[in-house]
């Protein structure tokens, strides 16, 4: 007697693109793909908000741009550089350069100052600058944990080849057919860079219960159990329902999959603060007044 054993399939529930832009400071024109107040709080977590830099030419200049010191409390940043590179330094003594590749994996939590701005050398050079910036949330019981800081560097990220020259997937974090991705996360996530060659078919096998999105980056691709495409800077967003997700890419293909058991808490936040309940956010606010986020040590560059 012969059993087949194909994953129920996960229902795709909407292609969202948004022409929402706007710049953070003056180093990051960024799209705005999705945040939990447009998306709704459940929808994608544990992931806040996903910003897509550029990609953008910057002349070269003087003064490296980007975004000064500012506070974060609650959550994590999540940088994946493309094209560039940015430089970070936070109050707790993190800071690093990453370049296209590179992740850099930012633990808020309790609160940090830090500041995001273009390196020094693409300053100079000036070119094509892209990235993503990821907000991921914690957990209420690690919400006022300790900071912490990854640089997650390229080598680091191990690529997996796709059956049938379909292309290849880079684990940033979790786990995919056996390779583990060296960022240390504090719930189960799933975060993998996926390029696919024109006319190749993919199948994913992805945890049942755990949100599924797949954010396009370049080219477009056919969703399973959809007659949907999508396209250039849009989130395909599947149920949490079913394991398998079939993509065939129309053309080169790159995109970032989106992958994590949600968090099931109330999500309050406010500009750099995401937290449980609305006392807390006057907390913070009252916290970074009072120093309690510590300081920068004054610029050193490069
Ligand atoms: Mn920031």
């Not at 799209?31 to 945040?35: E, V």
């Given at each position: 007697m012969q059993t087949t054993n194909t994953p129920a399939i996960k229902q795709l529930l909407q292609v969202h693109r948004t022409d929402s832009a706007h710049w953070v400071g003056d180093g990051f024109p960024v799209?705005?793909?999705?945040?939990y107040e447009n998306l709704g709080r459940e929808a994608l977590s544990p992931f806040l908000l996903m910003d897509y830099a550029g990609p953008a030419e910057f002349k070269p200049a003087a003064e490296p741009r980007g975004v000064g010191e500012h506070p974060h409390r609650g959550f994590e940043t999540v940088t994946l550089a493309y094209q560039g590179e940015v430089e970070h330094r936070d109050s707790n003594g993190g800071g690093g350069r990453i370049g296209p590749g590179d992740v850099q994996w930012m633990t808020a939590a309790s609160g940090v100052m830090h500041e995001e701005k273009h390196s020094r050398a693409f300053t100079e050079r000036g070119g094509v600058f892209e990235m993503i910036q990821l907000w991921v949330n914690l957990p209420a019981k690690d919400k006022m944990s300790a900071p912490g800081y990854q640089t997650l560097p390229a080598g680091r990220i191990p690529p997996v080849n796709l059956p049938d020259q379909a292309g290849q997937v880079r684990v940033v974090a979790g786990e995919y057919q056996g390779a583990r991705g060296p960022a240390h996360t504090f719930t189960p996530i799933n975060l993998w860079e996926i390029s696919l060659r024109a006319g190749a078919r993919a199948n994913f096998d992805l945890p049942e219960g755990h949100t599924a999105a797949f954010f396009v980056r370049r080219g477009r691709v056919e969703l399973s159990g959809s007659r949907d495409t999508a396209g250039e800077a849009s989130l395909a967003l599947f149920s949490r329902e079913g394991r398998r997700v079939t993509l065939t890419a129309r053309e080169d293909t790159a995109l970032l999959f989106l992958g994590g058991e949600p968090i099931a808490e109330p999500v309050v936040g406010q500009g750099p603060f995401v937290m449980n309940t609305a006392g807390e956010i006057r907390q913070a606010i009252m916290d970074v007044r009072a120093g309690r986020f510590g300081r920068l040590e004054p610029a050193a560059l490069s």
């Open positions: 799209r705005s793909i999705f945040d």
